[in-house]
RNA sequence: GCGACCGUGGUCUAGUCUGGUCUAGGACAAAGGCCUUCCAAGCCUUUAACCCGUGUUCAAAUCCCGGCGGUCGCACCA
């Protein structure tokens, strides 16, 4: 979709507002900048934790789950066990000539050479150079082919023997690698989820688009571990008939990109989307931006296509928004990660982290235990052959082996080269022992929030144009300020008034600003201007009855109230149970008078 | 990373083609004061910019080169 924008649009006025508000900003301005880093103002950091807090309200307290903080900086172990190292390094090539880059797996594939994933650089550059591959766009020579990681390294150390350590590119490792902990700590429970919020960084190679593509983010993670066996979430009961958008992998492989407008039960049951708990925690996304003012129209759901998907992923969704300028642009990506991460931990650090889930009952199980007869086989075998496949038995999964021995007539163990097992090689006895539980490893449902994008996103449907005054008409339970305070004219007593109910308001928690400066028109302006839902001000009437008026940002209607009153009441309106006419009696408007 | 266009106070812009009249003009914003009984009123005062670095020239916001940054397109975004 190519947008022109002869005049300003959303992301010009928006990133002014920013700049001239302090909302966000990029960052190192002094020194020119960097692209892809951005910096959150005074007002900025304030929506910005308020947004994340509403998620932890969302997903965390009401689902009953929990939240970690792991390290930025993880050793490359880490990143070896997560597949990060080898699939955020891209091996590039360059042209000597036009100075063109390349990924070199990208251009043999596209070239119709077929090479595997995770070939080495040495084997990629003899491809092009053995099918004398050169510079599609003007024909020039290749250079040798160099890695490129997206990840930022870092020695840990300073002294000799110092380890490299690596910038986490997204905080989900952080579960994974505590997962064990955390469970333990958290009594053995699933369905388990692990939320996690905090900053990542990749090294992009050319971040645009604002904020909505950095080098140094927040992301949301939240982990869902699960036992495979039971992949039903109760609360999906509560919420059956929501209405999601969702834009499924046939619509657009036929290019008509339509939206099904299903309810959570229609999307279940007729297999858009398989997955019980992952289609809950999208419905959830939906709801939580819905909150954050981004109507639920304006967002749809995205399901990856398989060319696009992690390879451990048996479905993946994105989450996405409607933005003026770059169109449809995700904001979540909720994937099902299978066992994938925790069983690649378990590989690689070699230690258990499986769960063990006890039976209701202790059940009676029929094992296979293979014999193996070493008279048979040490006739048919070498003694150091036999010795072998004794031990290869005694490794493998017996059920497995009878199975395969009793249906195929053989088995095939994995030694090399393989050998072929046959039934005339083992004795089987069937025995009947009692199980009282199972051990697996929990697979993992995956949402995972861009915070940045979603901060923009929230920016952009908060902001509306009045003639030449601008708001942000944010929900009032993310409003940075909650309220300002103004005395009517700066004279007469009012200042001080005012400063008292101020103060009144700070001690009792709430977020006040006090502004004196300029017309009463003007404070409201500046107040509307970074969103805030109420201007109180303190008229020649509150020195007569302690009454003052409250301004509503969206309606500018006024009504009046005992300055007393408000903490209780205040409380009650940021908890959405009173609405903004029920603070008070109404106030007719009055006409400026001094300026005629 | 490649290509096109672009970079002037806090914000938006005039000026760049055709070097000097520009130690840079305007609008809005901001700070201080006066005034002020409800939606950016008025008056006074103040702050404040040619992205950075070379070069060409008697003279550079203006022309050349390099860097940084921005937007768009391509590529990238497991």
Same mark, same amino acid.
């Not at 149970?577 to 603070?583: A, G, I, M, T």
């Given at each position: 979709m190519v947008l022109e924008h002869m005049s300003t649009d959303l992301y010009d006025k928006i990133s002014n507002l920013g700049k001239r508000r302090g909302i966000i900003f990029p960052a190192f301005e002094i020194y020119g900048g960097v692209s892809g880093f951005f910096d959150y103002g005074p007002v900025g950091a304030l929506l910005k934790r308020n947004i994340e807090d509403r998620w932890r309200d969302f997903f965390v307290n009401k689902e009953g789950m929990v939240e970690l903080e792991s390290s930025l900086i993880m050793p490359s172990q880490v990143f070896e066990a997560s597949g990060h190292l080898s699939h955020f390094t891209d091996i590039m090539t360059k042209c000597t000539k036009c100075n063109r880059a390349y990924r070199t797996d990208n251009l043999l594939n596209e070239l119709g050479i077929e090479c595997r994933e995770g070939m080495k650089i040495d084997e990629l550059d003899k491809l092009v150079e053995e099918n004398s591959i /050169?510079?599609?766009?003007?024909g020039g020579a290749l250079t040798k082919s160099e890695p490129f990681n997206l990840m930022f390294q870092v020695k840990i !150390?300073? =002294?000799?023997?110092s380890i490299i350590g690596y910038g986490r590119p997204e905080v989900a490792q952080g579960q994974f690698v505590n997962f064990k902990r955390i469970y333990s700590a958290e /009594?053995?429970?699933?369905p388990l989820g692990i939320a996690q919020i905090g900053r990542c960084v990749r090294n992009e190679i050319a971040p645009r688009k604002g904020p909505i593509r950095l080098r140094e983010f927040t992301i949301i993670d939240y982990e869902i571990f699960m036992d495979p066996e039971n992949t039903s979430y109760s609360r999906i009961k509560l919420v059956e008939d929501q209405k999601l958008r969702i834009l499924p992998i046939s619509e657009q492989v036929s290019k008509t990109n339509k939206i099904l407008e299903v309810t959570i039960k229609e999307a279940l049951e007729e297999g858009i989307v398989k997955n019980q708990v992952l289609c809950y925690f999208m419905a959830l996304a939906v709801k939580f931006l819905d909150n954050l003012g981004?109507?639920?129209?304006k967002q749809r759901l995205r399901e990856q296509l398989p060319e696009e998907?992690?390879? =451990?992923?048996?479905e993946t969704f994105d989450q996405e928004v409607w933005l003026e300028r770059w169109g449809w642009t995700e904001v979540s990506g909720h994937a099902y990660r299978s066992d994938y991460d925790l069983r690649n931990h378990m590989a690689h650090s !070699?230690?258990?982290l499986r769960v063990y889930k006890a039976f209701d009952q202790p059940k009676k199980v029929i094992k296979a235990i293979v014999k193996p007869r070493i008279d048979v086989l040490e006739t048919e075998f070498s003694r150091e052959d036999a010795q072998k496949i004794i031990s290869l038995i005694s490794k493998g999964d017996q059920n497995i082996i009878e199975r395969e021995l009793k249906t195929k007539g053989f088995y095939e163990l994995t030694g090399l080269p393989p050998i072929r097992l046959e039934l005339k090689h083992v004795e089987i006895i069937m025995e009947e022992v009692i199980e009282s539980g199972r051990s697996f490893i929990p697979h993992v449902v995956e949402p995972s929030f861009g915070i940045d994008r979603i901060f923009y996103s929230t920016l952009e449907y908060a902001f509306a144009e009045k003639g030449n005054r601008m708001t942000l008409k944010l929900p009032k339970e993310i409003a940075p300020i909650s309220a300002g305070i103004f005395?009517?004219?700066?004279r007469d007593g009012l200042p001080e008034e005012a400063k008292k109910l101020y103060e009144l308001l700070q001690d009792e928690g709430f977020k006040v600003r006090y502004d004196e400066s300029d017309s009463i028109g003007r404070r409201y302006a500046r107040a509307d201007e970074i969103g805030v839902p109420l201007c109180i001000t303190i008229d020649y009437q509150t020195l007569q009855d302690k009454t003052v008026t409250l301004r509503d940002i969206n309606t500018w209607k006024q009504i009046r109230n005992k300055s007393t009153e408000l903490p209780q009441l205040l409380r009650e309106y940021f908890k959405n149970?009173?609405?903004?006419?029920?603070?008070g009696k109404p106030v007719e408007q009055r006409k400026n008078q001094s300026h005629n």
């Open positions: /050169r510079c599609p766009e003007c !150390g300073s =002294y000799g023997g /009594r053995e429970r699933l981004i109507p639920s129209e998907r992690a390879h =451990y992923s048996s !070699g230690v258990d005395p009517l004219v700066s149970r009173l609405q903004f006419d029920e603070l």
